[in-house]
């Protein structure tokens, strides 16, 4: 059985992977995993190259709406639930190894996520007492990641 921290490192993993499809990073993340899972062999290596690829053509069909967020929650889970028999099976000092490698994967698709954007329109707008009473579009830009 995993410890709670190995258990997050994995979660983290299987949502990097479906935060990276369809990014520019998709390719080098793509290929760290394969590495991750493939662990030195060619054979498995290209099966989860395969595999991964599977992920984002699942994820690229179903682009909007609940059904998108039902299949990206069920992509994270497979891909945790993936990376959890991963770790649980490695010894320790290989499994800190991936560990590293997992974090580092997921730091990557972090800084490739795209920002959020909102934009407040307060052309119509009536401010009482520090409130903001109005209507219009509104967009709004995270940049709290960079």
């Known amino acids: 059985m995993l410890v709670e921290g190995l258990v997050a ?3 983290a993993g299987g949502g990097a992977i479906v935060q990276a499809a369809g990014t520019d ?3 080098g993340i793509r290929g760290g995993f394969a590495r991750i899972f493939g662990r030195g062999e060619a054979g498995r290596e ?3 190259l395969e595999r991964l690829d599977q992920t984002r053509a699942v994820l690229e069909a179903a682009r909007e709406g609940d059904e998108a967020e039902r299949v ?3 992509q994270v889970s497979k891909w945790q639930t993936r990376l959890e028999t991963l770790l649980e099976d490695l010894p320790e000092a290989e499994q800190q190894q991936v560990v590293a490698e997992l974090q580092a994967l997921v730091a990557q ?3 490739a996520k795209p920002a959020e954007t909102v934009h407040n329109d307060f052309r119509s707008a009536t401010f009482t007492n520090s409130q903001v009473q109005g209507s219009g579009s509104m967009t709004v830009t995270n940049n709290y990641d960079k």
């Open 25 to 27: 990073a998709w390719n």
């Open 72 to 74: 990206q929650i069920a």
């Open 109 to 111: 698709a972090e800084a």
């Open 46 to 48: 290209q099966a989860e």
């Open 9 to 11: 490192v994995a979660a």
